[in-house]
T-cell receptor, first 117, second 109 residues
């Protein structure tokens, strides 16, 4: 099925370790983004990209890096994991064609649950 | 990010009841959207609103884009058990989609 695929679904890290959360979409969407979801906090935007080679920061970018070398992939890197980064991470994508203003109709992946000890 | 105030935080209702939830912001948004999230899954779009004053329905769901562009509401009529989940409002400003903190809905048969 077409959609947004995130891997891994679950990950446990020790403080200071690095890892990459993978995100791939097969809908040829220009826009891709990463959110984190914490209890009672809703979804907060980490980074987003409007096309290959273009990335920008969201509301909570500190401690995370992204790159967009292809239209399909948008990996999220944690260079030195901290317990405060324990969360559920969602990747989402959207077509920008025909959108009245920016990216709206996001298609979300199933999420990656990260625990940092 | 821009603050969206979503209320109520949670609702516990009986099957068949109508539900209303709303979202307000101090900022103007170009688009308002409502998403539903079920346990273990990502949010799924329910309704998108593109014009101030717009009223849109999707089955038993109705949502409106406030005239001031700073608020939106979602109504669910005749609730059923499968309406259980977390409902999020979201407002678009440029390329950032800002989400409210969610309304958790529980429906008892």
């Amino acid at each position: 099925n077409a959609g947004v695929t995130q891997t891994p679904k679950f990950q446990v890290l020790k403080t200071g370790q690095s890892m990459t959360l993978q995100c791939a979409q097969d809908m040829n969407h220009e826009y891709m983004s990463w959110y984190r979801q914490d209890p009672g906090m809703g979804l907060r935007l980490i980074h987003y990209s409007v096309g290959a080679g273009i990335t920008d920061q969201g509301e909570v970018p500190n401690g995370y890096n992204v790159s967009r070398s292809t239209t399909e992939d948008f990996p999220l890197r944690l260079l030195s994991a901290a317990p405060s980064q324990t969360s559920v991470y969602f990747c989402a994508s959207s077509s920008l064609s025909g959108q009245p203003s920016g990216a709206n109709v996001l298609t979300f992946g199933a999420g990656s649950r990260l625990t940092v000890l | 990010g821009q603050q969206l105030n979503q209320s109520p935080q949670s609702m516990f209702i009986q099957e068949g009841e109508d539900v209303s939830m709303n979202c307000t912001s101090s900022s103007i948004f170009n688009t308002w959207l409502w998403y539903k999230q079920e346990p273990g899954e990502g949010p799924v779009l329910l309704i998108a609103l593109y014009k101030a004053g717009e009223l849109t329905s999707n089955g038993r769901l109705t949502a409106q884009f406030g005239i001031t562009r700073k608020d939106s509401f979602l109504n669910i009529s005749a609730s059923i058990p499968s309406d259980v989940g977390i409902y999020f409002c979201a407002g678009n400003s440029g390329y950032a989609l800002n989400f409210g903190k969610g309304t958790s809905l529980l429906v008892t048969p």
